[in-house]
């Protein structure tokens, strides 16, 4: 039985809209329509796979050099303490890696900051990917 597409492939697709901050042949990354801190976004295989530990090793491995490349355009773009890193497949039931750039003031209420942002425009997200392209090496 065909699984169905998850909301990220359609954007992966370009189906329905999505901001990108970068793509390759294997994963995208793309700024988090819901954010709980600024900068927030999501490393997403290509491959539409709901659970990390059935990826084949070379998008495993693929996405995780990319999520680190991702941090550190993060780290800079917005002078952070730490960029956290989440691995997801349950709400979306698609691997995605979630990177949140936390500030030094940020870290005593981290687990505030991860739940629960509000949706932001297109028009923030954009201007959001375009600050972390700059960083981008």
């Known amino acids: 039985m065909k699984q169905e597409q998850t909301i990220f492939t359609k954007i992966i ?3 329905i809209p999505g901001v990108f901050i ?3 042949d294997v994963c995208v990354v793309l700024m988090d329509k819901y954010p709980e801190v600024t900068g927030k976004c999501m490393v ?3 491959k539409q796979e709901e659970y990390m ?3 084949d090793d070379e998008t495993y491995q693929h996405i995780f050099n990319v999520a680190k490349k991702i941090a550190k355009a993060l780290d800079t773009t917005y002078e952070t ?3 956290a890193l989440l691995v997801e ?3 979306v039931p698609h691997v995605h890696i979630k990177l949140y750039p936390i ?3 940020q870290v005593d209420n981290i687990n505030t900051l991860l739940h629960g942002g509000s949706e932001i425009s297109n028009e ?3 201007a959001e990917a375009a600050k972390i392209k700059q960083h981008l090496k």
Request: charged share 50%; net charge negative; aromatic share 12%.
């Open 103 to 105: 500030k030094p003031e």
């Open 44 to 46: 997403i295989p290509r």
């Open 13 to 15: 697709n370009k189906e």
């Open 81 to 83: 303490d730490k960029t």
């Open 89 to 91: 497949g349950f709400e």
């Open 53 to 55: 530990f059935d990826l």
């Open 124 to 126: 923030e997200a954009l």
């Open 22 to 24: 970068y793509e390759d």
